[in-house]
């Protein structure tokens, strides 16, 4: 440190001139420790970016060459394929459901173990422990609970619910993919929260308190403007990464019952390997590029409207 | 005399060195992918070995993956260059891959190679518009595999091979009480049970016609026995979900449908004595489709000449007695099929009076480009029908729509 302190005393004492210089050779010299990262992106981001965009364009099949089609796959996207619009459908009702549980759930349980007198740190990490466990095989105990004749069945069988198999049935299987979901991922944005809410100074709450407002005022008024910043955090890549939904829906239903369950994520998998359309599936996984970011860009708009920055 | 032995010394000494000329051949390594795990590796090996046995150069490497990932990594493999010398490929998916194999009507010709020596519905199995991309090491017919403890206690004759659609929906209904089924469906029930019945999913043109009412009639009749008489549990659509199979082996099902593939780890891992029949028929004359797999060599691999030495031996009848007597594989070797039955199916009663009655009847499989599509969309969207949430109409033409 005092080293770097040294060298910059150094370097600014003399004239314009030669710091110039020196801040090219340090430029160069930056240059060369980012370069392992830089290659790495380039290698494995960029480069597989623009090579999907570019065979959004093509017929290509896995096998055999690509041939250059234009826009022949997104037309067909919107106007020819049967599934499209209903996959649409499907994967924002996913994400609508899934994103406003999720957050109402994990803010209701931060708040909660914020509130807790002791245990917090245990509860922190029972909540959390879903979250380091792989999500495929989360999904695969749930779909054995939830397969006919299976445990699920049994409860509702037991308790006289004439609750239907939730993954053979059209409306029920999207609610045991959500179940799953927020099982998995609930507990992530709980740590996030409570962490939020454990740093909102404790004397405001007080003086609230000796004003004389109510534990409900406390939270809407004051507590949750002030985690507001990280509510925002938590809804944009909860709302990102549940518009990619995938594993689940992989294990659980295939997309099914009918197409209940098919979700832009699922869509690109089925067609690019299962029925090795490489070029079609490229090209909806631009569609849902593009919905990821129009919706995103939504979010940081409207976020003027009800995040509050302290400064 | 003493100079005989030294002229018997050196002639030999000559052969030794004629001989290693011989052996100093380049060595030749191949590699050899298919589907399998780690118990299959000796039983492989030991094919791999017959193959050093008989041609000393060559040597070649099984590489195992799972099913599944098998056929998600095959196209990878071969697009990047990276694919075996040598390829299992299934009958049902070489629409959908003949593109990696290299045609061996060339090698078969310069050999004199005898194709007549295989069953010739998987012979053609492993051919795409004629031309031959493969040679099978197994084969089999979907066949009915049935409880027999189940039919004894139930008090039901055990189904003869000629048996109609009627019998066994008889025989479903019967067996079905409480949580315990007749008969447990699964996706592609719906591909050979209709053709059993006289049905077709295709046009004369080779593309799919779900619709058409031989079809949907044969459908109906498999719904009805699932959605009516609740012979049989709705399947899930999902990857992991409760198969069919895995409910008969749980004593859950009495019938389920199968291939001879399954058939004795089936035994083995059952409490119960496992009987098989042929697929029910309709009024008119049975029909089975069959299906197996076998090994072809890559279009991408620089030994092809060593690699058709070695898939002689590896579809050889040796190979096939050893892949028959471990119960691996019903050869498609005509004359070694007696291990299988003789050695590896001796206590499963009517394997061979079954099997040969499904030969005799076997009809062409027909599949095209879309196959694996169709499969998907099957497994998919019949729940609908099967749960009573759409009709069976409608999830065809359903199905239909996705198909080109």
């Known amino acids: ?311 | 005399m003493k100079f005989t032995h030294q002229l018997a010394a050196l002639a030999l000494a000559g052969t030794a060195i004629l001989s290693t000329a011989s052996f100093a051949q380049e060595q030749v390594n191949l590699t050899w992918q298919m589907w399998g795990d780690e118990k299959d590796t000796p039983l492989f090996q030991s094919l791999a070995d017959l193959v050093t046995a008989e041609y000393p150069n060559i040597k070649v490497t099984p590489q195992f993956s799972g099913w599944t990932d098998y056929w998600t990594r095959l196209p990878v493999l071969a697009s990047s260059g990276q694919i075996a010398d040598l390829v299992a490929m299934q009958s049902m998916r070489m629409p959908s891959f003949y593109g990696v194999l290299e045609p061996l009507d060339p090698f078969i010709a310069a050999d004199n190679f005898d194709k007549s020596a295989f069953e010739s519905s998987i012979i053609s199995g492993l051919s795409q518009d004629g031309v031959q991309y493969a040679l099978p090491y197994d084969v089999g017919p979907w066949l009915m595999f049935y409880n027999r403890d189940k039919f004894a206690e139930a008090g039901i004759a055990e189904p003869k091979p000629d048996w109609t659609f009627d019998d066994f929906k008889a025989a479903a209904e019967k067996l079905t009480s409480g949580d315990n089924y007749g008969y447990a469906v699964q996706a592609f029930d719906f591909v050979a049970q209709p053709i059993a019945l006289g049905a077709e999913y295709f046009n004369d043109g080779n593309q799919f016609d779900l619709t058409n009412p031989g079809y949907a009639a044969a459908v109906g009749k498999l719904v009805d026995l699932v959605a009516v008489a609740k012979a049989s549990p709705v399947f899930a659509s999902g990857a992991g979900a409760q198969t069919g199979s895995g409910r008969f082996a749980a004593g859950n099902a009495a019938m389920v449908i199968d291939g001879p593939w399954s058939l004795l780890t089936t035994q083995a891992s059952v409490g119960f004595k496992v009987g098989v029949a042929p697929l029910p028929r309709d009024e008119g004359p049975s029909r089975y489709i069959t299906a197996g797999s076998g090994w072809g060599i890559s279009a991408a691999s620089q030994h092809k000449d060593e690699a058709f030495k070695a898939l002689k031996v590896l579809t050889g009848p040796k190979a096939a007695e050893i892949l028959a007597s471990a119960g691996r594989a019903l050869p498609g070797r005509l004359a070694e099929q007696k291990f299988w039955y003789d050695v590896a199916a001796k206590d499963i009663a009517g394997a061979r009076e079954t099997l040969q009655y499904s030969f005799d009847h076997s009809t062409p499989f027909r599949l095209n480009e879309s196959w694996n599509e169709f499969e998907n969309l099957l497994t998919q969207y019949l729940p609908l029908a099967l749960n009573g949430d759409n009709t069976t109409d409608a999830v065809l033409a359903d199905i239909q729509s996705q198909l080109p």
Do not use: C
């Open chain 1, 1 to 311: 440190m005092t080293l770097i302190q040294d060298t910059a005393v150094a370097t600014s004492a003399p004239a314009a001139r030669p710091r110039r210089r020196s801040g090219r050779r340090e430029g160069r010299t930056a240059f060369f420790f980012l370069l392992p990262s830089l290659l790495g992106v380039l290698l494995f981001l960029v480069l597989p970016i623009i090579a999907s965009l570019a065979l959004s364009f093509t017929n290509w099949k896995l096998l055999g060459k690509p041939a250059f089609v234009g826009f022949q796959n997104y037309i067909r996207l919107f106007t020819a394929d049967p599934q499209f619009w209903t996959v649409l459908r499907n994967t924002l009702f996913f994400t609508v459901e899934y994103l406003v549980l999720n957050i109402i759930i994990s803010v209701g349980l931060a708040t909660w173990i914020a509130s807790l007198k002791r245990g917090q740190r245990w509860f922190r990490v029972v909540f959390f422990l879903p979250t380091f466990t792989p999500g495929i095989a989360v999904a695969i105990v749930w779909m054995l609970i939830f397969a006919p004749g299976g445990f699920f069945d049994f409860i509702m069988k037991s308790l006289s619910l004439g609750v239907p198999n939730l993954l053979t049935d059209q409306t029920l299987a999207m609610q045991a993919v959500i179940i799953v979901s927020l099982w998995a991922n609930v507990g992530y944005n709980t740590v996030l929260f409570n962490a939020a809410l454990d740093m909102v100074p404790p004397s405001y709450l007080e003086a609230a308190k000796i004003d004389g407002a109510s534990a409900w005022d406390r939270f809407w008024k004051i507590r949750l403007p002030l985690i507001s910043p990280t509510l925002f955090f938590g809804t944009v890549m909860t709302a990102i990464t549940s518009l990619q939904v995938f594993d689940q829906i992989y294990v659980m239903t295939r997309g099914g019952p009918g197409n209940a369950t098919a979700t832009l994520g699922y869509a690109i998998y089925q067609r690019g390997f299962q029925n090795f359309q490489m070029g079609y599936a490229s090209s909806i996984a631009w569609v849902m590029f593009a919905l990821i970011m129009a919706l995103t860009a939504l979010q940081f708009w409207l976020q003027r409207k009800w995040v509050h920055y302290d400064n």
